[in-house]
């Protein structure tokens, strides 16, 4: 028992199908920000974290904070020069 598919249509696939667009726009050039802010925020953290395991060696959290404070800095930095980019 098979079923022609072309002599019978389903009322749902007469309709036409909608298409979202969107009516906003990301920044341009926001790929270099964002690539930019992910380099940064990792060499932040392996710099933080190395640095936070050589100089605070007893433990305490030193190391979380050291990583902490590099990507504290690659995000700060990012912000920075986005905004410096936009506004130019």
């Given at each position: 028992?098979?079923?022609?598919?072309?002599?019978?249509?389903?009322?749902?696939?007469?309709?036409p199908k909608e298409v979202?667009?969107?009516?906003?726009?990301?920044?341009?050039?926001?790929?270099?920000?964002?690539?930019?802010?992910?380099?940064?925020?990792?060499?932040?953290?392996?710099?933080?974290?190395?640095?936070?395991?050589?100089?605070?060696?007893?433990?305490?959290?030193?190391?979380?904070?050291?990583?902490?404070?590099?990507?504290?800095?690659?995000?700060?930095?990012?912000?920075?020069?986005?905004?410096?980019?936009?506004?130019?």
């Amino acid at each position: 028992m098979t079923q022609d598919s072309t002599s019978e249509t389903s009322p749902s696939s007469n309709k036409p199908k909608e298409v979202f667009v969107p009516t906003w726009k990301l920044p341009p050039k926001i790929e270099e920000h964002i690539e930019s802010g992910l380099v940064k925020t990792a060499s932040g953290v392996l710099v933080g974290g190395i640095i936070g395991a050589l100089l605070f060696k007893s433990g305490k959290g030193w190391r979380y904070a050291g990583a902490a404070m590099g990507a504290g800095v690659a995000a700060g930095s990012t912000v920075e020069r986005a905004i410096s980019n936009m506004n130019a």
